[in-house]
């Protein structure tokens, strides 16, 4: 994968914007923003440094750039995506200043799933403005005093299993955190902001966004390579994930390498 980016805008209103980004395997320099950046993280892996230290983000999670605050970005292998919604503090209607300064990150926790139906609003053509302004609000109110998730010990062993089997059910599961499927399966989701199976949904996504943006196989069996059951299955999850197709994805990366 190139180290090009493809910004594809999705709502602009008078004092805000939102865009979904696609990023190649890339270095930035250090760099700021003149207004408030919210990125909600979709997809891949990003190292992010910045004077609040240096965090690495490959999960749900919600990343603010408070204006003038300095950061620098290395993008992984597989690429990184993600929705930067752009807002002039006037358009949010702050009773005061912004309470976030810096770059703050939230990664997993009750935060990450409020990132993620933050997205998926400013991804929706039937939500006012209005409707939109006041979901940022919140967001940026209930991040602004949210503390990080507690780290099961077992996590990163979860994750790693399904990242290599992304089929193993929550009862195949469950003997590695020493608990039950059920309690398993709403531990994970409160520590990471997503569920098993999200999670192996976007693994598999992950997979063969990166395949075919980097091969020329087959969609079939790029499809089966990732894990999927077929290639109608690799079409519903890719819509479900990114809201595109894997054509469409396939598409972009004369984008990302040309």
Same mark, same amino acid.
């Given at each position: 994968?190139?180290?090009?980016?493809?910004?594809?805008?999705?709502?602009?209103?008078?004092?805000?914007?939102?865009?979904?980004?696609?990023?190649?395997?890339?270095?930035?320099?250090?760099?700021?923003?003149?207004? %408030?950046?919210?990125?909600? =993280?979709?997809?891949? #892996?990003?190292?992010?440094?910045?004077?609040?230290? #240096? /965090? /690495?983000?490959?999960?749900?999670?919600?990343?603010?750039?408070? %204006?003038?605050?300095? =950061?620098?970005?290395?993008?992984?292998?597989?690429? *990184?995506?993600?929705?930067?919604?752009?807002?002039?503090?006037?358009?949010?209607?702050?009773?005061?200043?912004?309470?976030?300064?810096? /770059?703050?990150?939230?990664?997993?926790?009750?935060?990450?799933?409020?990132?993620?139906?933050?997205?998926?609003?400013?991804?929706?053509?039937?939500?006012?403005?209005?409707?939109?302004?006041?979901?940022?609000?919140?967001? !940026?109110?209930?991040?602004?005093?949210?503390?990080?998730?507690?780290? %099961?010990?077992?996590?990163?062993?979860?994750?790693?299993?399904?990242?290599?089997?992304?089929?193993?059910?929550?009862?195949?599961?469950?003997?590695?955190?020493?608990?039950? %499927?059920?309690?398993?399966?709403?531990?994970?989701?409160?520590?990471?902001?997503?569920?098993?199976?999200?999670?192996?949904?976007?693994?598999?996504?992950?997979?063969?966004?990166?395949? !075919?943006?980097?091969?020329?196989?087959?969609?079939?069996?790029?499809?089966?390579?990732?894990?999927? *059951?077929?290639?109608?299955?690799?079409?519903? *999850?890719?819509?479900?994930?990114?809201?595109?197709?894997?054509?469409?994805?396939?598409?972009?990366?004369?984008?990302?390498?040309?």
């Amino acid at each position: 994968m190139g180290s090009r980016r493809i910004k594809a805008e999705i709502r602009n209103f008078s004092g805000a914007t939102a865009s979904r980004i696609i990023s190649g395997l890339a270095e930035d320099r250090p760099h700021h923003h003149e207004w %408030p950046v919210l990125s909600i =993280h979709l997809l891949g #892996e990003m190292t992010k440094f910045s004077d609040d230290g #240096e /965090v /690495v983000i490959s999960s749900p999670s919600a990343i603010f750039h408070a %204006p003038g605050a300095s =950061h620098a970005n290395i993008v992984g292998e597989r690429g *990184c995506e993600q929705i930067d919604i752009v807002f002039d503090p006037a358009w949010l209607r702050l009773e005061s200043s912004s309470p976030l300064n810096g /770059v703050p990150c939230w990664i997993g926790g009750t935060t990450a799933l409020a990132a993620r139906a933050l997205a998926r609003l400013w991804s929706s053509r039937n939500a006012s403005e209005e409707e939109l302004r006041r979901s940022t609000k919140s967001f !940026l109110r209930l991040a602004a005093t949210a503390t990080p998730p507690r780290q %099961p010990q077992w996590l990163p062993n979860i994750i790693e299993k399904i990242r290599r089997h992304p089929n193993l059910t929550a009862a195949e599961l469950a003997p590695i955190a020493g608990c039950r %499927p059920e309690w398993l399966t709403q531990a994970f989701r409160a520590a990471t902001g997503e569920g098993l199976a999200e999670l192996s949904m976007r693994l598999r996504v992950e997979r063969a966004a990166f395949r !075919l943006r980097t091969t020329e196989w087959r969609a079939a069996d790029v499809a089966l390579e990732a894990g999927f *059951c077929d290639q109608s299955h690799m079409n519903r *999850c890719f819509r479900q994930v990114l809201e595109r197709t894997p054509l469409q994805v396939r598409a972009e990366s004369a984008q990302l390498t040309g």
